[in-house]
């Protein structure tokens, strides 16, 4: 069911399935997906006695679009994650992202322990392990394409014009990327660059550490984010914490292996 929350005037769509009584799961997707990145996971989830809720994030839904990058820092958007939670009426819940959802996920988890039963981060790690690879690592020339989105007009516009191909040459499978370049040929990426945006400002530099039970998944063939940097991920997490390496796996972990997503939010459950 689709249906819809609200957060200091925004408004947000989100997919809410499952047992309005069940425990609860939220799924955060990253850039430039949308909430139907988890449309292979969420019913696998369901069927094991989960509620799922899965929202269009800040930036995506029509409703929750502003245009300032002050709007996108990981503090305000984790505002957006309790306020879903808060109007679900979960009081705690488990916590998954993917992408710029999985750096949410942890700040989220890291701000707000007590709300978070468990994290999966999946591809993206801590945004702390990102800021000690940035310099020292093969990952600046990984992440290059930051430095791209910071610039004014000219990322919309490439956006907008062969994003569907750099989404099928990293990995993507053609439906979804086909799906996502609808979206940014619309301009309905335009306000999701500002999560990138954000980062500069001072808001953008907290990195709260993790004490909740939390698992991180990577895929070794991401070429996004080298093993090194996932490598320092368990070291801004203070709870039980697990690495998984998955092999022969791309960046796009929830839409082209849903069940293995699953399985990895349900271990942290048992």
């Not at 408004?11 to 139907?36: I, Y």
């Not at 990293?170 to 086909?178: F, I, N, P, Q, W």
């Amino acid at each position: 069911m689709v249906t819809r929350f609200v957060n200091g005037g925004l408004v947000f769509d989100v997919d809410d399935l499952g047992d309005p009584g069940a425990p609860g799961v939220v799924l955060l997707h990253g850039f430039p997906q949308d909430r139907t990145a988890w449309a292979g996971v969420a019913p696998v989830l369901v069927a094991e006695g989960l509620r799922v809720l899965a929202p269009d994030l800040r930036g995506y839904s029509p409703g929750a679009s502003p245009r300032d990058r002050r709007q996108y820092t990981l503090d305000l958007l984790a505002t957006d994650v309790l306020a879903l939670a808060d109007q679900a009426g979960l009081a705690r819940f488990d916590l998954v992202g993917h992408d710029w959802g999985a750096a949410l996920a942890f700040h989220v988890a890291g701000s707000f322990p007590d709300r978070v039963r468990t994290l999966t981060a999946l591809s993206v790690p801590h945004r702390g392990a990102w800021a000690q690879a940035a310099l020292r690592s093969t990952q600046l020339w990984h992440s290059a394409y930051i430095g791209f989105y910071q610039l004014p007009r000219l990322p919309e516009r490439g956006l907008a014009r062969g994003i569907a191909g750099r989404l099928r040459r990293s990995g993507l499978d053609e439906e979804h990327a086909r799906r996502y370049a609808e979206r940014g040929a619309r301009g309905g990426l335009d306000a999701a660059l500002n999560w990138y945006r954000a980062m500069t400002l001072p808001g953008g530099k907290r990195f709260p550490r993790v004490t909740v039970p939390t698992l991180y998944a990577w895929g070794d063939r991401d070429g996004f984010v080298t093993e090194r940097l996932a490598r320092l991920c368990g070291g801004w997490v203070d709870g039980e914490y697990t690495f998984e390496i998955l092999r022969g796996v791309n960046h796009w972990i929830p839409e082209l292996h849903p069940r293995r997503v699953a399985e990895l939010v349900l271990s942290r459950r048992r």
